[in-house]
């Protein structure tokens, strides 16, 4: 970087939109993006210091604070461009300009801005320059973003002023006990990379009272030794508010260093270009969610995983157990950051904010941007499996990729069409969709396992109608349309090969509440010895699914997911018009008086 906020005129090559547009894109392409992050960065940073002017604050003004960036970065102006440039600075300034817009809270204004004196004494460590700051202590500590955690013995509790004394490389930081009286710590602070293969006891770094490294995951590529951050330390790691450390237990940062090294060595595989394709060396930050030790053990399955468009390259992950499902993870929240990214610097979608659409990976109604998100992730997850697929070593392996395969190109497609047929798209937005569009309908074409294609197609009309039974009003439905809802559209088409039902609106049920899809993962892999109508069904018996649905719903009361099953059921065995149509709008459907398996 310079030591000015210099932001240039911004142009996005149109072969580079173009390749994007596919849901893939080159390492230029991404580089490209990763610049127009850079530059809406520091416009973002420019608007926080206008804001901070004048601030009231007993840490080191901001524009003093600044200063000390810009000298460093003029004597090492990558590590402080890299700085400058971290998933976790973008998430402050974002954080502390809702802050000052009175739409988010958090701890003190001051002790917020002064994130800002952390980045400053950073700045200096890297430059090796002489400086001293005021800096804030939560409960005696100093986070320093990008490598660690400074605290001070027996400290203070609650918010308090430290000075940082940087000379060298070295850091001296004051504050005060809990008597009143001073304290301090002098260290030479740096990271903590998690060292590769599977580490023993011994290679394990041992804390500090004063000293918390931020830890890293490794994995060797093509162009040597990548280190990532695995942040449990930084404030600002999450998606929104500030956020106390939560350190892993070294057992637990071994099981994420081997399992990201296996999902590397997943991505690394060879197969055919295109989209569901990672480096992981783009990846900025891995922020692991919701567990500090290896015990419960982990799920096969990633449980929580989201992103940020604050936050480019960052992504929060409950690690699973398996590495194929961590790779899988990584493509998906990583096209949420190339689609933010991209949304920075075009609009895409006129977009009312009104959550009316279906979304075939979610419980409840989109609106449209989240709909785009979601097409745009899952075609990403689609071009996964499909090398999954490309690359299968036997029949089990294939059949497992082909489902999931079949099962999201089938899903995104659907997606697609919902955003193209609404007519709320920007030109830019036409022709990102539109490029969804060309690669899902090449896909759609391409042979999968007969067995894996029938379970995906019987997952997504399972979705779909589950969610039409539990979100949308029934004729003669006796309510008011939920508060703050619009009519949906009902211009979705039904599973694969099926009519489309004419134009409409429906309106959504006041009673609806969270549900949990369990089916998606579910039909994933034939059962072995089916014993339920579910198991059935995925197993290609769908006459013994019909009979236990038929069963359940005899007994009452009347259960949208069995429901939902049996509609799918009875599709699957008397295929035609009539459950096309019963599938298309599952909510006018009248129970019988007695349920039959005909």
């Given amino acids: 970087m310079t030591s000015e906020l210099e932001i240039p005129h911004f142009r996005v090559p149109a072969r580079f939109l173009a390749e994007l547009a596919t849901g893939g894109g080159s390492q230029q392409a991404i580089s490209c993006l990763e610049r127009a992050e850079r530059a809406r960065r520091l416009l973002l940073l420019r608007t926080l210091l206008d804001r901070l002017d004048g601030l009231s604050t007993p840490l080191t003004p901001p524009a003093e604070a600044w200063q000390v960036v810009k000298e460093s970065a003029a004597l090492a102006p990558e590590p402080v461009d890299r700085l400058l440039l971290a998933p976790a600075t973008g998430g402050w300034i974002a954080h502390l ?7 988010a809270s958090g701890p003190p204004v001051w002790a917020e801005a002064g ?52 000379s060298r490389g070295r850091l001296t930081l004051t504050g005060t006990d809990r008597s009143g009286a001073a304290t301090s710590s002098a260290l030479h602070p740096g ?29 060797v590529g093509p162009a040597g030794t990548v280190s990532i951050p695995l942040d449990d330390l930084g404030p600002y790691r999450d998606l929104d508010d500030p956020l106390p450390p939560a350190r892993l237990d070294a057992a637990e940062a071994e099981a994420w260093q081997r399992l990201f090294e296996s999902a590397a060595a997943e991505l690394a595989q060879p197969g055919p270009a295109g989209p569901g394709r990672l480096d992981p060396a783009l990846i900025r930050a891995v922020v692991p969610w919701g567990r500090t030790s290896v015990l419960p053990p982990a799920p096969p399955a990633v449980r929580v995983s989201a992103s940020s468009g604050d936050s480019f390259g960052a992504m929060v992950i409950a690690r699973p157990s398996s590495p194929v499902a961590l790779a899988e993870t990584l493509v998906h929240e990583f096209q949420h950051s190339k689609l933010a990214a991209l949304m920075h610097l075009f609009p895409m979608v006129d977009d009312d904010r009104q959550e009316r659409y ?52 089938q899903q995104s497609r659907l997606v697609v069409r919902t955003l193209l047929v609404e007519g709320r798209l920007t030109p830019q937005g036409r022709a990102l969709v539109s490029g969804l569009a060309q690669t899902l309908d090449a896909w759609l074409r391409e042979p999968v396992p007969q067995t894996a294609l029938a379970r995906a197609r019987a997952a997504a009309a399972l979705h779909r109608t589950e969610w039409r039974l539990r979100n949308i009003v029934p004729p003669g439905f006796c309510g008011r349309r939920a508060p703050g809802t619009r009519p949906a559209p009902s211009s979705h088409t039904a599973p694969e090969g099926a009519t489309v039902t004419a134009p409409g609106t429906l309106d959504f049920r006041p009673d609806r509440a969270p549900w949990t899809d369990n089916r998606t993962h579910g039909f994933a892999r034939p059962p072995a010895r089916p014993s339920t109508p579910d198991e059935h069904l995925a197993a290609g018996n769908p006459a013994a699914a019909l009979e236990g649905y038929a069963t359940s719903l005899a007994a009452g009361p009347l259960d949208p997911h069995v429901l939902a099953g049996w509609m799918v059921a009875r599709a699957v065995l008397h295929p035609g018009p009539a459950s096309r149509r019963l599938l298309a709008r599952p909510e006018v459907f009248r129970p019988p008086a007695r349920w039959t398996t005909m």
């Fill in 115 to 166: 994130y800002l004196c952390a980045l400053a004494v950073t700045a200096a460590l890297h430059a090796g320059t002489v400086t001293m700051l005021r800096v804030p202590l939560a409960d005696g500590q100093l986070y320093l973003p990008g490598l660690g955690l400074a605290g001070l013995t027996d400290a203070a509790p609650g918010w308090t002023v430290g000075r940082a004394h940087v």
């Fill in 97 to 103: 300009l809702r802050r000052v817009h009175g739409t």
């Fill in 191 to 219: 990271t903590a990379p998690l060292p590769l293969g599977a580490p023993t006891r011994s290679t394990v770094h041992t804390p500090s009272p004063d000293w918390l490294p931020l830890r890293a995951l490794t994995h």
């Fill in 358 to 409: 279906y979304a075939p990976w979610r419980p409840d109604p989109r609106h449209l941007t989240g709909l785009l998100h979601g097409a745009y992730a899952f075609t990403g997850v689609a071009g996964f499996w499909r090398d999954r697929l490309a690359v299968a070593a036997d029949e089990r392996a294939a059949d497992l990729a082909g489902y999931h395969f079949a099962l999201r190109r």
